[in-house]
T-cell receptor
Framework: GAVVSQHPSRVICKSGTSVKIECRSL??????MFWYRQFPKQSLMLMAT?????????EQGVEKDKFLINHASLTLSTLTVTSAHPEDSSFYIC???????????FGPGTRLLVL | KQEVTQIPAALSVPEGENLVLNCSFT??????LQWFRQDPGKGLTSLLL?????REQTSGRLNASLDKSSGRSTLYIAASQPGDSATYLC????????????FGKGTTLSVSS
């Protein structure tokens, strides 16, 4: 089946630094990728929808200048958490939509801990 | 704004029991509904997907139903096993194919042997 990878799987950083998370579709082209955030014992909350070659659409309440999303190719989207703070510590999951079948596949997630 | 609610939040059952997980959504204008499984600290595994025109889907010991007009779905697990222990998430796709999934908070299931 289709595979979506995320890198890194875990990251610990100091407060104030920036962290980049990569999401790749390994065997299909993804014109659309979605970024979700999940706090402990909470559901996945949609942060933004990114379309290849265009600006991401952010959900209400998500700061676009803090969570920079780049979707430069049909197989790669990146989420950069800028000037990270402890409250940004969370589980970030990406999802990629297959260009052909429109099926949505999820990555394994990236756990971010900001000290 | 679409909201998805799952009841109960947690459930503990002995091995072998049949059980039902509930999901409700506020906006019946959905494209499809999907049930996922999430193991601790892991990503999502898709279990069943029901299109808005369908009433139910089955896969092995799992059966999911959809009543779009009332905004409800259930996931039935037959003959539960310890390996079924996980968090089960219900998600609805708003609007058209390819749009984002909106998730409920999940039901954490524990099956004891």
């Amino acid at each position: 089946g289709a595979v979506v990878s995320q890198h890194p799987s875990r990251v610990i950083c100091k407060s104030g630094t920036s962290v980049k998370i990569e999401c790749r579709s390994l065997d299909f082209q993804a014109t659309t990728m979605f970024w979700y955030r999940q706090f402990p014992k909470q559901s996945l909350m949609l942060m933004a929808t990114s379309n290849e070659g265009s600006k991401a659409t952010y959900e209400q309440g998500v700061e676009k200048d803090k969570f920079l999303i780049n979707h430069a190719s049909l197989t790669l989207s990146t989420l950069t958490v800028t000037s990270a703070h402890p409250e940004d510590s969370s589980f970030y999951i990406c999802s990629a939509r297959d260009r052909g079948s429109l099926t949505q596949y999820f990555g394994p997630g990236t756990r971010l801990l900001v000290l | 704004k679409q909201e998805v609610t799952q009841i109960p939040a947690a459930l503990s059952v002995p091995e072998g029991e049949n059980l039902v997980l509930n999901c409700s959504f506020t906006d019946s204008a959905i494209y499809n509904l999907q049930w996922f499984r999430q193991d601790p600290g892991k990503g999502l595994t898709s279990l069943l997907l029901i299109q808005s025109s369908q009433r139910e889907q089955t896969s092995g010991r799992l059966n999911a139903s959809l009543d779009k007009s009332s905004g409800r779905s259930t996931l039935y697990i037959a003959a539960s096993q310890p390996g079924d222990s996980a968090t089960y998430l219900c998600a609805v796709r708003r609007g058209q194919a390819g749009t984002a999934l909106i998730f409920g908070k999940g039901t954490t299931l524990s099956v004891s042997s």
